[in-house]
């Protein structure tokens, strides 16, 4: 498969101003692969070795079984069940099992075909946003208009902005300041509304506007979490 991420001009995720952007982002691609895994990459040799190598998360097998046909999900799955027998389970256990092999099976656990591209495409797709943010004025006010970006996002993209193909030492200090204002302004304001949303279970709140509190418990699960 193709780097997803040249097909999608940056302006499209941006543009919006629906919650993060990238969540949006995340979500797209994750959505893309899902549907690739139990589809086209079925032609593709070289993916089921890396699939029957690393498995996938319980988010991405549940997602690959709810949108991809059985057929293609049991394939899958044979010969990466194959795999595991061949690797890890010994034809007789004699004493003690090998610890390679225990470490080999918790690795297996910990590992996601799904996540491993998706994080693989964010990398990509930051570097475009740095570089575009970097040149300056429309898109970085595209940016400073979106309505926050995730506590997640923040972590990732804060850390990203140092690292190969981040932002310039010279202009970090403004990325660092406007992506803090996107995520502590909406922070203060979901918290305010939280407190809001309390204060409306007094019984001295009786008959008083909820404002924007009303889905504020949604909201916070978002932002703290990411997209579901
Ligand atoms: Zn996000
Ligand atoms: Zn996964």
């Given at each position: 498969m193709k780097e997803t991420i040249c097909t999608i001009p940056i302006n499209d995720i941006f543009m919006p101003k629906d919650g993060c952007p990238i969540c949006r982002m995340e979500d797209m691609l994750e959505k893309?692969?899902?549907?690739?895994?139990?589809?086209?990459?079925?032609?593709?040799?070289?993916?089921?070795?890396?699939?029957?190598?690393?498995?996938?998360?319980?988010?991405?097998?549940?997602?690959?079984?709810?949108?991809?046909?059985?057929?293609?999900n049991a394939l899958i799955l044979e010969s990466h069940l194959q795999e595991i027998i061949d690797k890890y389970m010994p034809a007789k256990l004699k004493g003690k099992p090998d610890k390679k092999q225990l470490e080999g099976i918790r690795e297996e656990l910990s590992s996601c075909y799904v996540c491993d591209r998706i994080a693989s495409d964010m990398h990509h797709f930051m570097a475009t946003v740095f570089a575009e943010w970097v040149k300056g004025e429309e898109f970085r006010k595209l940016y400073n208009e979106q309505p926050f970006?995730?506590?997640?996002?923040?972590s990732f993209i804060m850390s990203a902005a140092t690292g190969k193909g981040g932002i310039s030492s010279k202009l970090l200090p403004d990325f660092y300041a406007e992506t803090a204002a996107l995520t502590k302004n909406y922070l203060v304001s979901l918290k305010a509304d939280i407190t809001h949303f309390c204060s409306m279970f007094d019984y001295r709140s009786q008959g008083q506007d909820w404002g924007t509190s009303k889905d504020s418990i949604e909201r916070s699960i978002a932002f703290l979490t990411g997209t579901d």
């Open positions: 893309q692969y899902v549907k690739f895994i139990t589809g086209d990459a079925m032609m593709e040799p070289n993916i089921r070795i890396e699939t029957n190598k690393k498995g996938f998360c319980h988010r991405h097998f549940s997602q690959m079984f709810t949108v991809g046909q059985k057929l293609p970006i995730c506590l997640k996002h923040y």
